[in-house]
């Protein structure tokens, strides 16, 4: 079963804002400003942001972190009634493996066309060209707390490069 595709603004940005604060954790922790939380009939059930430096890991986005660990600790790889909320637009390779789990939605703060601007970087990783594509459509929200996502960005990336 789908996650309901409703949207609730005071609940998306509560949920949002958690994981801005695991965003600016992740700066604290040598990593990029990237945070997630996963969300389950109004919890918090698992969080997780950026550690791809920490971990030695190129591929431990916080969206694709959390999922990995989520999985691993609870067996459960189904995530149609789960709400996944990220402080940017997530990569091609996290919404892949949302894909793959069945994520019901999906909640982001900046684009990644913000973020490439941001950075000066052509092209984007728009993450509706990688559900359109697929069997499974997670229900997408973007722009939630987008100007409070873009300033940790902002911060981070004005005395750091990415990657």
Not at 56 to 71: K, M, Q, V, Y
Request: net charge negative; proline share 2%.
């Amino acid at each position: 079963m789908q996650a309901e595709r409703i949207w609730d603004e005071t609940r998306d940005e509560a949920f949002m804002r958690e994981a801005l604060r695991l965003s600016e954790d992740a700066v604290a922790h040598g990593n990029e400003p990237f945070g997630a939380v996963l969300v389950k009939d109004g919890e918090i059930v698992y969080a997780n942001e950026n550690q791809i430096y920490s971990a030695t890991d190129p591929t431990f986005h916080a969206e694709a972190g959390l999922l990995r660990r989520f999985f691993e600790e609870t067996q459960i790889t189904d995530l149609g009634e789960y709400t996944l909320y990220s402080s940017c637009e997530p990569c091609f390779m996290c919404c892949g493996a949302m894909v793959w789990a069945k994520l019901g939605r999906l909640v982001y703060g900046a684009s990644d066309i913000d973020l490439c601007t941001l950075l000066k970087e052509e092209g984007s990783a728009c993450c509706e060209l990688v559900f359109s594509r697929s069997g499974w459509k997670p229900a997408v929200r973007g722009g939630v707390l987008r100007e409070e996502s873009l300033h940790i960005l902002a911060d981070y990336f004005g005395a750091h490069a990415k990657g």
